[in-house]
């Protein structure tokens, strides 16, 4: 009964997200994009904006060229640099409340998943005033955001191209997905410049998480001809480069790659959901604090690996574009091989295998949870047993 319930609110979720109207952004490529986006600003006709960022980045030396850059093409600009990770609904009500006292026009996003999510919240609520809980829920925005242009600077969260935000409630913590088409950024830039100094944990944390959106997506029951293309050409950028960008950083063409494979990842996964990795992931986060791409690829390969039988052919799919297995290689065996090589580039990156003290009495909470999320929410390929999830997150405290 439960598992019924499960899929037909699945499906529900499914064709809403396949129906919600986007408006594709502007997408600026290569090095030095970040600065042609901020020349864009200016042709555009803004005169004001705010650069939404976190500390780390606004004191790195990192914004001086876009600072420069809107100088020159006469924009004036504001900054608000007060973004943590997993932002909160406070922090996002300040970023506002420096749109509203600067008289900012328009905002740019420079920073990671938490700073993008952030940016997209506080041009919505600049238009949408309201409480956090006025937007829980799928479209709650009524009127369309100021005008945002997200710079990335990690190449993973595929934020800048997704519908949504997840903002975290100041006082009972709890995160809360907010879903509306109207927060896809208008202009993006994927600039190799801008995360060549990205350090490699983070690298590699991201990459996985990355690798994590396209495989479930390429997985979901809801694909379509063209997220599956994107999620197969992510799929196939990620086995290029993610190593090489992870062990130098300051390979621009690698880290090019990795852009554009983030942004490919997010383009599937925004229209197709996620799986049960990201449902384990997300607890994880949770209750041990453990960083979402460490956690995505703690626990993808054993995930693909439970999925079993049912998804041989889509991992086997995956191999061919990633350059794995052989001619004459049956689906299972190709699929085996995908697994493989996943732990393999796990193990290059040195990704930590066991999350910081997760106790047994943790292991039930979880896998409630895990199964309640993924259950209810994505079109996984087939639905796992409490006893075998049990199996999947236990394993992580042997590991
Ligand atoms: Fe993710």
């Known amino acids: 009964m439960k598992i019924l319930y499960f899929k037909l609110r699945a499906v529900v979720v499914t064709w809403l997200m396949r129906l919600l ?13 970040a600065l042609t986006l901020c020349e864009q600003v200016a042709v555009l006709g803004y005169s004001k904006v705010l650069i939404a960022t976190d500390n780390f980045l606004g004191s790195s030396g990192i914004l001086d060229g876009i600072k420069a850059t809107l100088s020159k093409n006469g924009v004036e600009f504001a900054i608000y640099d007060g ?40 041009a919505m609520l600049h238009t949408n005033p309201g409480t956090l809980e006025s937007f829980d829920g799928i479209q709650k925005c009524k009127h369309p955001g100021l005008p945002l242009f997200a710079i990335p600077t990690t190449a993973g969260t595929g934020s800048e191209i997704t519908l949504a935000a997840v903002i975290t409630d100041p006082v009972s913590h709890r995160k809360i997905p907010i879903v509306d088409s109207k927060m896809i950024p208008g202009y993006i830039a994927l600039d190799a410049e801008i995360m060549k100094g990205m350090p490699p944990g983070i690298t590699a944390a991201t990459g996985m998480d990355a690798l994590t959106h396209a495989v479930e997506s390429y997985l979901s029951k809801a694909s379509s001809a063209a997220t599956e293309e994107h999620a197969r050409a992510a799929v196939r950028l990620i086995f290029k480069y993610q190593v090489r960008a992870f062990n130098t950083g300051g390979d621009l ?15 599937a996964f925004t229209k197709t959901s996620v799986g049960y990795v990201h449902g384990i992931a997300h607890q994880l986060g949770r209750v041990c604090g453990t960083p979402h791409g460490n956690a995505n690829a703690m626990v993808l390969p054993e995930v693909l690996a439970a999925y079993g039988d049912c998804v041989h052919q889509r991992l086997a799919d995956l191999a061919a574009v990633a350059g794995i297995g052989q001619q004459g290689d049956s689906a299972a065996a190709m699929a085996g091989k995908f697994i493989q090589a996943i732990v393999d580039m796990r193990r290059e990156m040195n990704l930590p295998l066991q999350p910081k003290d997760l106790k047994a009495g943790d292991i039930p909470g979880i896998v409630d949870e895990a199964i309640a999320e993924a259950g209810s929410l994505y079109p996984v390929p087939r639905y796992m047993s409490e006893a075998e999830l049990t199996t999947i997150v236990n394993g992580l405290r042997a590991a």
């Open 21 to 33: 109207p986007r408006n594709p952004p502007v997408v600026f490529k290569g090095v030095n994009s």
């Open 83 to 122: 973004i943590l990770p997993d932002p909160s609904f406070d922090k996002v009500q300040e970023g506002e409340a420096a749109i509203r006292t600067e008289r900012c026009q328009a905002v740019i996003a420079v920073g990671g998943g938490s700073v993008l999510d952030a940016a997209k919240m506080m």
């Open 253 to 267: 063409e690698a880290r090019d790659g990795m852009a554009l494979a983030a942004f490919y990842a997010g383009a």
